[in-house]
């Protein structure tokens, strides 16, 4: 089922054109990889679907507009802002909870749930500025789930990580995916996660843009032109 149909996107900065021409479509449940050279405008083009910045040309339509949550997970550095918290305090920092100091029983549950799910029931209550990068990336992961998304976006979120570390994120991502239909949007420079993770792809290049299926995007090609891809 489409949720996103983008249509004749173009952005121009200062006159100059960042894409022109950019058609492709999010459908529930698919994981679609959004792929190009640093620089080419890849996190423009997820600003503009989320409405923060206008298109210059084209238009997206949503479907269900209204129901839509969209969570996300930010690249893990390792110099990013770790806070000594305990890991479980962490990932329930994004429920709204206004001035009231602790959880509902609902958001106790949801949290449990959410913990086990991204395998950090075990160290919940270790600190997560002392967590490992696989670790604390799960946990960025788990902050975003709990808000009980139905897209999730994931831009870059397994750079950075061991092969360990980054099928584990991907791992928990597919599952939750299966389980609740969510529908992600990862943007990735590797090639053996977008082909093992995602069901289509989008191309943005300064020539032109191509969407389809995954199992046709030409590795070679990609690895040939693009500087960083791994
Ligand atoms: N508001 C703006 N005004 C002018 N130029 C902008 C604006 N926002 C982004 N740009 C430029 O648009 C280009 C694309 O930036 P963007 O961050 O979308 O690329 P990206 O593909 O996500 O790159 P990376 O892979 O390095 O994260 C950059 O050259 C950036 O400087």
Redesign the pocket.
């Known amino acids: 089922m489409m949720i996103l149909d983008g249509k004749n996107i173009g952005i121009k900065?200062?006159n100059r054109w960042?894409y022109q021409k950019v058609d492709f479509q999010l459908n529930q449940a698919h994981n679609l990889a959004l792929i190009?050279?640093?620089?080419?405008?890849?996190?423009?083009?997820i600003?503009a679907m989320l409405g923060k910045?206008p298109l210059t040309t084209g238009e997206f339509k949503w479907y269900d507009a209204e129901q839509h949550k969209i969570a996300y997970v930010p690249q893990y550095r390792p110099d990013m802002q770790a806070f000594p918290l305990r890991i479980k305090d962490f990932v329930a920092l994004t429920f709204d909870q206004g001035l009231r100091p602790w959880l509902s029983k609902e958001e106790k549950s949801r949290l449990q749930h959410i913990l086990e799910i991204t395998n950090l029931t075990n160290i919940a209550e270790q600190r997560i500025d002392r967590a490992s990068g696989g670790e604390r990336q799960r946990a960025y992961l788990a902050q975003a789930l709990v808000q009980n998304p139905n897209i999730l976006i994931l831009d870059?979120a397994t750079a950075n990580l061991d092969n360990v570390a980054k099928y584990g994120l991907m791992d928990v991502v597919a599952a939750y995916q299966k389980r609740y239909q969510l529908t992600t949007i990862m943007?990735s420079?590797d090639i053996d996660i977008m082909q093992r993770y995602a069901d289509e792809y989008l191309l943005?290049t300064k020539q032109g843009s191509e969407y389809g299926d995954i199992t046709q995007l030409d590795i070679a090609k990609l690895r040939e032109g693009g500087e960083?891809f791994v």
Do not use: W
């Open positions: 900065f200062d960042l190009g050279d640093n620089g080419v405008g890849k996190t423009t083009l600003r910045i870059e943007v420079h943005l960083s």
